[in-house]
């Protein structure tokens, strides 16, 4: 079963930025892709970004032109980058490994295996 470690997270001023990591396994990092969801409270899990193995990224909605997906081959690490950040970004977010087909997916119920999640609350 694949193991993903998250770190980062915390507390940040709007406008500010905060970067998410998630440790895979040699095995979990080189045979599945990985994408990164939020969940706010009371609201439902949403797709942030993602990114394929063979390199690649995908943003929702949320992440366009704020937030950054890559990745560390030498670490088995994949990172998030969140900048100019709101209030309305405060939220667990988790990272998540799946095998993707052509079309990325962005629901959370095509992913196979989560990291334990990570908070990130944004004050004025």
């Known amino acids: 079963q694949a193991q993903l470690v998250q770190s980062g997270g915390g507390l940040v001023q709007a406008g500010g930025s905060v970067g998410l990591s998630c440790a895979a396994s040699?095995?979990?990092?080189?045979?599945?892709?990985m994408g990164w969801f939020r969940q706010a409270a009371g609201k439902e899990r949403e797709f942030v970004a993602a990114?394929?193995?063979?390199?690649?990224?995908w943003y929702g909605n949320p992440a366009k032109g704020r937030f950054t997906i890559s990745s560390d081959n030498g670490k088995n690490t994949h990172y998030l980058r969140l900048n100019y950040l709101k209030p309305e970004d405060t939220a667990i977010y988790y990272c998540?490994?799946?095998?993707?087909?052509?079309?990325?997916?962005?629901?959370?119920?095509?992913?196979?295996?989560w990291g334990q999640g990570t908070q990130v609350t944004v004050s004025l």
């Open positions: 990114i394929r193995r063979g390199g690649g990224t």
């Open positions: 040699l095995s979990t990092f080189s045979t599945y892709d």
């Open positions: 998540a490994a799946a095998r993707f087909g052509n079309v990325v997916p962005t629901s959370p119920h095509e992913y196979s295996f």
